[in-house]
């Protein structure tokens, strides 16, 4: 499993990005995929997740509403689309993936990382 972040980028408060992630080694097959952020200083934190058997959708308290991931099993890719940004959602943003299907919230759960891609959201 080879995953790759892309789609960061800098907007401005209230701005929407899409966020995408693709298994470019075309080898996971299924579990769950998620996204992680790491913003200065701070931990790295779950974001949102999407189980790729039935689509079912995970997201923290903080993006809720306001974040939608989805994924597409042909492509092997799963996308985090933010709307409504806001200067505390600028980090850098992980998509993470497990072959189990038990969703988890914590980071070493999840076995397979991106690179990162990073967003900055100016006030």
């Known amino acids: 499993v080879q995953l790759q972040a892309s789609g960061g980028g800098l907007v401005q408060t209230g701005d929407s990005l899409r966020l995408s992630c693709a298994d470019s080694?075309?080898?996971?097959?299924?579990?769950?995929l998620a996204w992680f952020r790491q913003a200065p200083g701070k931990e790295r934190a779950f974001v949102a997740a999407?189980?790729?058997?039935?689509?079912?959708?995970y997201y923290a308290d903080s993006v809720k509403g306001r974040f939608t991931v989805s994924r597409d099993n042909g492509e092997n890719a799963v996308y985090l689309q933010m709307n409504s940004l806001k200067p505390e959602d600028t980090a850098i943003y992980y998509c993470?993936?497990?072959?189990?299907?038990?969703?988890?919230?914590?980071?070493?759960?999840?076995?397979?990382w991106g690179q990162g891609t990073l967003v900055t959201v100016s006030s």
């Open positions: 993470a993936a497990r072959n189990s299907l038990v969703v988890h919230y914590t980071r070493q759960q999840y076995r397979y």
């Open positions: 080694g075309r080898t996971f097959s299924s579990g769950v």
């Open positions: 999407i189980r790729s058997t039935d689509g079912s959708t």
